[in-house]
């Protein structure tokens, strides 16, 4: 079956730019995170639905960053006045158990 | 709140040398362990996992892991390893209770020479 994809795999915006990434998870996966992952580092969490509730967002780094889940399937990130220090690759995983996650390949963000 | 660190940025080795990935993690309260692997190109998939029961835990490749309470360690091991375990491990840890929270180390780099 299809695994986690995501869409642009890659992305370049402007500063101050407005962007928005998409999650498709495997189908029947209830649970969603986000994560930002930059160079050289390990992933890192932004937040995370259960079906379309979204029951912990502690990690997103400001209230530039927000995250959608509106039917419980497809999920969306949005950067709004995007900033260099956005430069990253995001990551979303799905998972039916909440303990093993299934990572998409990613969306490389690049601010200029 | 948990941490993790992963004190090996790059482990360089020869192919059939046996291997360990240092991984230590602070928590205040129980917890699940978990080491990805993340090949060249490719997205993070679980290589294994601790959640409860027998300390040491093995992967279908080789792999194993076991988990030190004392010492707050989650090591990976494997003893001879192939051209094809050339990856970044990441170790992560999530706490048992509720949340769903996942903390990742930096990263190790393993590269195995011929």
């Known amino acids: 079956g299809a695994g986690v994809s995501q869409s642009p795999r890659y992305k370049v915006a402007k500063r101050g730019q407005d962007v928005a990434l998409r999650c498709d998870p495997i189908?029947?996966?209830?649970?969603l995170f986000w994560y930002q992952q930059a160079l050289g580092q390990g992933p890192e969490f932004l937040t995370y639905?259960?079906?379309?509730?979204?029951?912990?967002k502690s990690g997103l780094p400001s209230d530039r960053f927000f995250a959608e889940r509106p039917e419980g399937s497809v999920s969306t990130l949005k950067i709004q006045r995007t900033q260099q220090e956005d430069s990253a690759v995001y990551l979303c995983?799905?998972?039916?158990?909440?303990?093993?996650?299934?990572f998409g390949p990613g969306t490389r963000l690049t601010v200029t | 709140a948990q941490s993790v660190t992963q004190l090996d940025s790059q482990v360089p080795v020869f192919e059939e040398a046996p291997v360990e990935l240092r991984c230590n993690y602070s928590?205040?309260?129980?917890?699940?362990l978990f080491w990805y692997v993340q090949y060249p190109n490719q997205g993070l998939q679980l290589l294994l996992k601790?959640?409860?029961?027998?300390?040491l835990v093995e992967s279908i490749n080789g792999f194993e892991a076991e988990f030190n309470k004392s010492q707050t360690s989650f090591h990976l091991r494997k003893p001879s390893v192939h051209i094809s375990d050339t990856a970044e491990y990441f170790c992560?840890?999530?706490?048992?209770?509720?949340?769903?929270?996942?903390?990742f180390g930096a990263g190790t780099r393993l590269f195995v020479k011929a």
């Open positions: 189908s029947g996966h209830v649970s």
């Open positions: 639905f259960q079906n379309e509730a979204q029951l912990d």
């Open positions: 992560a840890v999530r706490g048992d209770t509720g949340g769903f929270k996942t903390i």
């Open positions: 928590s205040s309260v129980s917890v699940y």
């Open positions: 601790y959640l409860s029961g027998s300390t």
């Open positions: 995983a799905s998972s039916s158990s909440s303990y093993e996650q299934y």
